[in-house]
């Protein structure tokens, strides 16, 4: 069964340096998003990708955040300047198409831990 | 205007019984709700869900309740399984935009055996 690819699964960096998180999305998606969910919080929306372009990004993504699909298959998101409250688990999810409502496929998720 | 509440925060019961779930929210331009089940240190995997045109909607042994007119929707577990402890996180979102989800806080469920 196609999933949601994320890697790496956990990354520990220091504070103030740069951390590049990546996904490879479901191979026929479209939508691309990236969440974020802080230890025991609900899981939050960061920014929504569609055709080479951040469609929706959320307060939270502001402009030490960045994304990316640089090739055909993989989507990622760098954090230019890490803090301490980014530390979270942040998540990757696909979707089909604009026609398309039902699930967001979610992947595994990427710990980052921030010192 | 975009939360979703979620309650209650945590629960707990004994194998056999129905955990019940709800959710609210007050955007009316929502119009797919799924529950999503994380179990530690994974993702959200998709439950059910449900859109707006029906009341009920059955899976196995999950089923959501939907109540347009007040706005809230829940999720009962039939015969509940130690296998079935995980956090449970209900959403909300709308076909006419980009689709993302609004999650509710999540409820952590744990089965007693």
């Known amino acids: 069964e196609p999933e949601v690819t994320q890697t790496p699964s956990h990354q520990v960096t220091q504070m103030g340096q740069e951390v590049i998180l990546r996904c490879v999305p479901i191979?026929?998606?479209?939508?691309f998003y990236w969440y974020r969910q802080i230890l025991g919080q609900k899981v939050e929306f960061l920014v929504s990708f569609y055709n080479n372009e951040i469609s929706e990004k959320s307060e939270i993504f502001d402009d030490q955040f960045s994304v990316e699909r640089p090739d055909g298959s993989n989507f990622t998101l760098k954090i230019r300047s890490t803090k301490l409250e980014d530390s979270a688990m942040y998540f990757c999810a696909s979707r089909p198409s604009l026609g398309y409502t039902g699930e967001l496929f979610f992947g595994e998720g990427s710990r980052l831990t921030v010192l | 205007q975009q939360q979703v509440k979620q309650s209650p925060q945590s629960l707990i019961v004994q194998k056999g019984g129905i955990p019940i779930i709800n959710c609210a929210y007050e955007?009316?331009?929502?119009?797919?709700f799924p529950w999503y089940q994380q179990f530690p240190g994974k993702g959200p995997a998709l439950l059910i869900a449900i859109r707006p045109d029906v009341s009920e909607k059955k899976e196995g042994r999950f089923t959501i309740s939907f109540n347009k007119s007040a706005k809230q929707f829940s999720l009962h577990i039939m015969d509940s399984q130690p296998g079935d402890s995980a956090t449970y996180f209900c959403a909300a979102t709308s076909s006419s935009g980009t689709y993302k989800y609004i999650f509710g806080t999540g409820t952590r469920l744990k089965v007693l055996a």
């Open positions: 955007n009316t331009a929502f119009d797919y």
């Open positions: 191979s026929n998606h479209l939508y």
